[in-house]
């Protein structure tokens, strides 16, 4: 059985039911981004499923250099304290960089180390020394044992309040699969373990310029991870993917957010 963590008012790992963590891959404008998490939340209110946002303010490794980014740090952190504000919700999101955590320490209840900078030791020391719940992005190149070290690093600046998530496995070029026995393998590590299925339907510099995607696979997925047993679902939504500056392929349609999450708590219900 996995640690049991508490962020603000969800409870994620030990046997608690599955979690999800969700929201527009990246802040487009404040409206917008109120917009979704409004949705979300009542979605997941509805359904009785703990709800954490997450939204990035800054997407630093995109594949090319006009590749839309964000807001940016000032503004972007400004418009997920009002989100945290009025919605009473966790906050999470990626930061790319050490001289970025004293800013955003101060808004996000979960930092997410990017699955890129996830073997960059000073960096992940850094992040664990906010003294956050840090959520580790399982780099594609990774396979499931070495996020061990991972742990160890975060483990060792005296932080032990990890969730790691899986978003798949480099399979040859602009492609990625899920290995289901990875999130079995990293349970026995004593953390909560979160299934990104948006993610892992990527295809990654599939368009040249940017990323593809395959997102009818991720109700599929979605299941097949919480008949695993997943301790949270993360999903990236959007009310129009296809308009979306970024990711828009591989993010699911708000208007399939509440039937998948109905069927990812009926399984979630059945292993646990």
């Known amino acids: 059985m996995t640690k049991e963590i508490k962020i603000k008012n969800v409870m994620i790992g030990g046997k608690n039911q599955i979690v999800l963590i969700a929201g527009p891959c990246v802040i487009e404008s404040e409206t917008h981004l109120m917009r979704h998490a409004e ?93 956050r719940i840090v959520n580790v992005k399982k780099g594609q190149f990774l396979s499931p044992w070495d996020v061990k070290n991972i742990i160890d690093k975060i483990e060792d600046a005296g932080n032990k309040n990890i969730i790691i998530t899986e978003r798949g496995v480099m399979f040859g070029y602009n492609n990625l699969v899920s290995d289901f026995r990875s ?30 995607g395959e997102r009818r696979f991720v109700a599929a997925l979605s299941r097949a991870a919480a008949a695993v047993g997943c301790d949270g679902l993360f999903l990236e939504v959007h009310e129009n993917p296809d308009k979306a500056p970024c990711d828009g392929p591989n993010m699911i349609t708000l208007s ?12 979630d219900a059945i292993v646990k």
């Open 256 to 267: 399939m957010l509440e039937n998948l999450l109905k069927d990812v708590k009926k399984i």
């Open 183 to 212: 999130l079995e393998i990293m349970k026995e590590f004593g953390y909560p373990i979160v299934y990104d299925a948006t993610h892992s339907v990527q295809l990654p510099g599939g368009k040249g310029s940017a990323s593809g």
């Open 39 to 131: 949705n979300i939340k009542k979605i997941c209110d509805k359904l009785g499923v703990g709800f954490i946002f997450k939204s990035s303010y800054d997407k630093a490794n995109r594949s090319s250099v006009k590749s839309y980014r964000g807001p940016g740090i000032d503004k972007g952190l400004k418009m997920l304290a009002r989100v945290k504000k009025e919605l009473n919700v966790p906050i999470l999101s990626d930061v790319h960089c050490r001289s970025e955590l004293s800013e955003a320490k101060d808004v996000l209840d979960i930092i997410q180390i990017p699955a890129f900078l996830c073997r960059q030791t000073d960096f992940i020391n850094e992040v664990a020394k906010a003294k």
